[in-house]
């Protein structure tokens, strides 16, 4: 995990450069925000990056937390989103109890050892109120392991890649039930999956 961070506390500038753009996933915040049924509804953003999210978010009526681990890219997403609290926390080590209405995890579950990832989930779960929403975007794969991209200008990120029946096994066992599930293919295939606390 430290390498990870270290890499994207490196790249901070350059990933707020690339991935600002508010249409990157429009359309699953739309389904994810039709579930929610109603504005007023706390999001925690888990991962949440330089603030995009956060920043959609809060202008469509929501009121939203957002953690991540990267000192660096916190930094950005305070200043993209003023008097939101954005604070430096492990997902993993979230302690919530029924407080959010809505789960938003867009690309950063995946960076997380598998052998952490039902617990993570259960979390995941006790902090959503009774029927809340989760969103989990995350790779295709199979196993997990160290990658450099060239985004990453020769440094390395951690990843774990999941089957389709893997995750919904994960997601049912931590007390989902999943709503929806959409592969996006791209030059790595993506599963998108919108879940409901049981």
């Given amino acids: 995990m430290n390498i990870t961070i270290d890499t994207t506390n490196k790249l901070a500038k350059s990933y707020y450069k690339r991935y600002n753009d ?3 996933v429009k359309k699953h915040r739309k389904i994810f925000e039709k579930l929610l049924k109603g504005k007023n509804k706390k999001i925690l953003d888990v991962g949440c990056g330089h603030g995009r999210d956060i920043r959609e978010f809060t202008k469509d009526g929501y009121q939203t937390m957002g953690i991540d681990l990267s000192d660096k890219i916190i930094e950005i997403a305070k200043k993209q989103n003023p008097g939101v609290l954005i604070l430096k926390k492990d997902m993993t080590k979230i302690d919530y109890k029924e407080v959010f209405d809505g789960v938003w995890s867009c690309g950063s579950f995946y960076h997380l050892k598998k052998c952490k990832a039902l617990l993570t989930l259960i979390k995941f779960n006790k902090a959503l109120k009774q029927n809340g929403i989760l969103f989990l975007a995350i790779k295709e794969g199979k196993g997990e392991k160290f990658i450099s991209r060239d985004i990453f200008k020769g440094l390395k990120k951690f990843y774990a890649f999941y089957t389709e029946s893997e995750i919904i096994w994960l ?28």
Avoid: C, D, M, P
């Fill in 22 to 24: 508010s249409r990157y």
């Fill in 171 to 198: 997601l049912l066992l931590s007390g989902f039930t999943v709503i929806k599930l959409q592969i996006e293919h791209k030059s790595q295939n993506w599963i998108n999956i919108w879940a409901k606390k049981k």
